[in-house]
């Protein structure tokens, strides 16, 4: 874990005037579809900052939105050019649904290509595909997982991929039990003058969601479950430096 | 010919009596004796016929082609084909060779008109559209003999979901019950059971449908669910509303309900029916129009679903329906050999092939796709999105999504079904909103989550030019309506060319 004040650098709000590569946004907002065409999952996901009036490409999110309704932006201003969807990129970036409903706004593709689909990063192998055995010692290990704002849905090709993972080590590490803590960011937050806190029953229902998940997975190992609240950011590499998702985690500890 | 065309085999004899090139397409079309020969089309339960290793039945596309592995088969004293229950119907009373060991409408009328509405096939229990009507009337049976369905009763409240306990989080209502079997005396949701109507699915290739490629399945957040039996993953593919995860369950389910079987499967006879459903692959093997699936590099037919794997995901290895790529290329010397509309036709195919992978477009408000998952609301994506296990066309990850097909405003209005109102008691639906009304919940009923209401798993799309009509609920009439419904649900823009491809596809699989 790094120092309090490299968290406190990490949480720095930012505004539209730091724009600059690496800079922090989170805004709440409707999302628009830009129907760009290059194949498979090529659309386009924008998302308009209230504040600002900056439109962002959020399209790298490995959970998108839904044109209907509203949007959690969390993201870091990205390099990228701004030629695929038209809009600068946030990446890494992390859209959450919100019950908001928002009225639909679906763009023609207006000459932008989007992106031609590829594998995301964390994608994992068929069964068919053996996994290496982590080579030990084994000892205390935590592996963290992550969620949308207030949701306990295991998100696909993000959260399945670090679980795989975790079940290959633990499988081989053999440990006596797991403890899985559920963490809900229940302190309030106001982002784009709307306060956002999450529910705190969610920290349960994460914990239990990958308590189901694991329990299927590694039948027969004790798992306990537990929930937090008030939940505070982490640098933990899976988060991608998106202080909002480090803290809408759930930790599941290999105790021996 | 109880189908009032000839037999593939006097197709065959016209074809070898034409001109010099025809006699030269019979080479490049034929790969071996199609249809010729074949036994009553009709199975009926204890006949105690022998199942041939290969058996053709002739269709309006083709021919059809089961291939049972080590076969031939004694069916006589076989659990899968003896009348077991009370009801007089065996299995194989609705998973027949000649449909692609499902049951095609036109089969049923047939057989009502053969035996007076006698066969056991339109047995009260579920043959009929209730057992409180006059069985004796065609009209009590409209359901089975229009649209191939069967009645399906669920019960309700749904009270536990892959071994643990559910409460549902949603309410359902009766608006409509043409049927009665739904408001009537010890019926409908208040007295503890819904019925619904749904087609047979085939009882062939069923190792692909019980394969499993990832071990999540990320349409519900969860890793998969564990066997029961035997403690692996389980696909979650074989039934329209994934009520039963193993070969096990799904029998005794069918004999329970389908056979009215009053005690229970023995052991031995709950391994004789897997042992042949694992050996039993289906698939068109002839096309009227093509010619033999199997030739000009082409690979068509049961034998490459037999010989294997299952369970592969064609996006990262070999695209779905890449069987028939060879016809995108046939040379001119092969062209030479085929007459100018089978040449035609093998083109449509493989063009067909290419469509449904690549042509994309916007899939929206679709549970299983566009929620929970997070592929987002629309994604463009073609066909293969889904449909996406190389030589079956079914779903790698369990198949459960919301395609309209048996929920308003997408379904065709129907007043012959029973119409319920669900009300989701939580979270709205995401795409229906709190109230919804449907012909089917589907999955919802064996799940309880209001989010569910209206998936229904995706099936194999193997031997669908013998079994006729499609989707659970028979929506589509023919090859061109399920089309025709894309088109509508999805606003695809697909051209006439393209829509004949896509049917011609389907013709051959």
């Known amino acids: 874990m790094k120092s309090a004040a490299t968290l406190l650098a990490l949480l720095a709000p930012l505004s539209a005037h730091a724009a600059e590569t690496g800079a922090l946004v989170r805004f709440v907002s409707c999302p628009v579809y830009r129907d760009a065409d290059s194949g498979k999952k090529s659309g386009c996901w924008l998302a308009d900052d209230p504040a600002t009036g900056l439109r962002w490409d959020v399209s790298h999110s490995p959970y998108k939105p839904d044109v209907g309704m509203g949007v959690l932006v969390e993201g870091r201003v990205s390099a990228e050019a701004p030629t695929a969807c038209g809009a600068p990129v946030l990446e890494p970036v992390r859209t959450s649904r919100l019950d908001t409903p928002c009225v639909r706004h679906v763009l023609p593709a207006e000459g932008y290509p989007g992106r031609k689909f590829k594998l995301p990063p964390r994608n994992i192998q068929p069964l068919s595909v053996a996994r290496p055995v982590p080579p030990g010692p084994y000892s205390e290990r935590t592996f963290v997982t992550y969620f949308e704002f207030d949701r306990d849905f295991l998100v696909y090709q993000y959260d399945d991929f670090i679980i795989d993972n975790a079940v290959t080590w633990l499988r081989a590490a053999k440990p006596k039990k797991l403890i899985i803590t559920g963490y809900a960011a229940t302190q309030p937050e106001t982002v784009t003058g709307r306060k956002l806190a999450e529910r705190p029953q969610v920290a349960q229902q994460r914990a239990d969601a990958m308590a189901e998940t694991l329990s299927r997975l590694l039948p027969g190992l004790p798992i306990e479950t537990r929930a937090k609240l008030a939940a505070q950011p982490t640098d933990h590499p899976d988060a991608d430096g998106i202080p909002g998702q480090s803290q809408r985690r759930a930790e599941i500890r290999a105790v021996f | ?509």
């Open chain 2, 1 to 509: 010919m109880p189908r009032g065309r000839p037999s593939s085999a006097l197709r065959r004899r016209l074809l070898l009596l034409g001109l010099p090139a025809a006699v030269l397409a019979g080479a490049a079309t034929q790969s071996v004796r199609v249809g010729a020969d074949a036994p009553d089309r009709w199975w009926s339960p204890g006949e105690g016929r022998v199942f041939p290793a290969t058996l053709d039945y002739t269709n309006d596309h083709g021919t059809i082609r089961t291939l049972v592995v080590d076969g031939p088969i004694e069916t006589k004293g076989h659990p899968f084909f003896e009348p077991i229950g009370t009801n007089g119907r065996a299995c194989v009373t609705c998973h027949q060779p000649a449909d692609g060991m499902s049951l095609s409408a036109r089969t049923a009328r047939e057989r009502w008109d053969a035996t007076g509405g006698k066969d056991p096939l339109f047995a009260a229990i579920d043959g009929s559209n209730c057992p409180t009507l006059p069985q004796g009337e065609r009209a009590s049976h409209s359901l089975l003999l229009e649209r191939g369905l069967l009645r399906i009763e669920r019960p309700w409240p749904v009270r536990s979901f892959n071994g643990k306990p559910v409460k549902p989080d949603f309410r359902i209502e009766v608006v409509r019950d043409p049927n009665g079997c739904n408001s009537g005396p010890g019926r409908g949701p208040e007295a503890g059971n819904i019925s619904v109507y749904r087609r047979p699915r085939p009882v062939a290739n069923l190792k692909y449908l019980l394969a499993v490629g990832f071990p999540f399945d990320p349409k519900q957040g969860y890793a998969l669910p564990l066997d029961p039996d035997d403690g692996k993953p389980q696909s979650g593919n074989l039934m329209a509303d994934n009520r039963a995860g193993n070969l096990r369950l799904q029998m005794e389910d069918a004999a329970a309900s389908h056979l009215q079987l009053m005690g229970k499967l023995t052991p031995q006879q709950i391994d004789r029916i897997r042992d042949f459903e694992l050996r039993i692959y289906a698939a068109q093997q002839e096309s009227v129009q093509g010619g033999a699936l199997d030739t000009l590099g082409a690979e068509g037919g049961p034998v490459k679903l037999r010989d294997s794997q299952p369970g592969a995901l064609g996006s990262i290895g070999t695209p779905v329906w890449s069987e028939f790529a060879a016809w995108d290329r046939i040379s001119p010397a092969d062209a030479a050999r085929l007459t100018p509309e089978q040449l035609a036709f093998r083109q449509s195919v493989a063009r067909g092939a290419r469509v449904f992978r690549d042509r994309t477009f916007l899939i929206f408000d679709s549970a299983g796709i566009n929620s929970r998952m997070g592929f987002g609301n629309p994604v463009r994506n073609s066909c293969v999105f889904c449909h996406n296990m190389t030589q079956m066309g079914n779903d790698v990850a369990p198949g459960q999504v919301d395609l309209g097909t048996t929920t308003l405003p997408f379904a065709d209005p129907w007043d012959d079904l029973p119409l319920f109102r669900v009300t989701c008691l939580g979270e709205p639906h995401p795409h229906y909103g709190r109230v919804i009304l449907t012909y089917d919940p589907g999955f919802a009923l064996t799940s309880g989550k209001c989010a569910d209401v209206g998936k229904i798993t995706l099936q194999s799309m193997r031997g669908l030019a013998a079994r006729a009509p499609y989707f659970s609920n028979g929506l589509a009439k023919d090859l061109r309506a399920v089309v025709d419904y894309y088109e509508r649900r999805y606003n695809i823009g697909y051209t006439e060319q393209e829509k004949q491809d896509l049917v011609n596809l389907m013709s051959v699989l």
